[in-house]
């Protein structure tokens, strides 16, 4: 079947403005998570959403950040007011119920430039 | 919370050794430990992953290996292959190690 679907794949914005990235998970995939990955870094945990619970938001950096997901199924990840830094490649994974003991899937990702 | 040390941050092998990459977790609680593998420009990808009611896991040339006492889990490749060379992440739920880069030399 489809693997988690990532939109744009690469976004170049100026500096000050809003972006939003999309991530259709996989069907029947409740968990969802979003990740910044700076060039030649690891993983940075930004947000996660598990069913109808509560997201977890102790990743997000600043209150410039934010996410969505409606209909538990696809997420907007929303960076207002964007900064030289946060330039990275955003990727969003997806995995089954209990996602403590899942695998993640992840999609490409898409790779933010802010000029 | 969780807190995750990866080691080491670069190995370089030759083609037909074996590599170990080391994890360390914090949460005594945690009972999942998967290893994904990450190609430059590529996605993640699991390879393998262990959970807590088995000390040791193998797939062909791959395995981990489990201490919940110590609280580490392993990453075992032998017969390295060039195409093994990539970029290998533990994880404990949300938190990722920062990373092995791992070289195998033809």
């Known amino acids: 079947g489809a693997g988690v679907s990532q939109s744009p794949s690469n976004k170049v914005t100026e500096k000050g403005k809003d972006v939003e990235l999309r991530c259709d998970p996989i069907?029947?995939?409740?968990?969802l998570y979003w990740y910044r990955q700076s060039l030649g870094q690891g993983l940075e945990f930004l947000i996660y959403f598990q069913g109808n619970s509560a997201p977890d938001k102790s990743g997000l950096p600043s209150d410039r950040f934010s996410a969505e997901r409606t209909g538990g199924s696809v997420s907007t990840l929303t960076i207002q007011r964007t900064q030289q830094e946060d330039s990275a490649v955003y990727l969003c994974?997806?995995?089954?119920?209990?996602?403590?003991?899942?695998?993640?899937?992840f999609g490409d990702g898409t790779r933010l430039s802010i000029l | 919370g969780e807190n995750v040390e990866q080691h080491p941050s670069t190995l370089s092998v030759q083609e037909g050794d074996s590599a170990v990459i080391k994890c360390t977790y914090s949460d005594s609680a945690s009972n999942y430990f998967p290893w994904y593998k990450q190609e430059l420009g590529k996605r993640p990808q699991l390879i393998i992953d262990i959970r807590s009611n088995v000390g040791e896991k193998k797939d062909q040339r791959i395995a981990v290996t489990l201490n919940k006492t110590a609280k580490h889990f392993s990453l075992h490749i032998t017969e390295t292959q060039p195409e093994d060379s990539a970029v290998y992440f533990c994880?404990?739920?949300?938190?990722f190690g920062k990373g092995t880069k791992l070289s195998v030399k033809p």
């Open positions: 994880a404990e739920h949300l938190i």
């Open positions: 069907s029947g995939h409740t968990a």
């Open positions: 994974a997806s995995s089954l119920a209990q996602g403590r003991k899942q695998p993640q899937h």
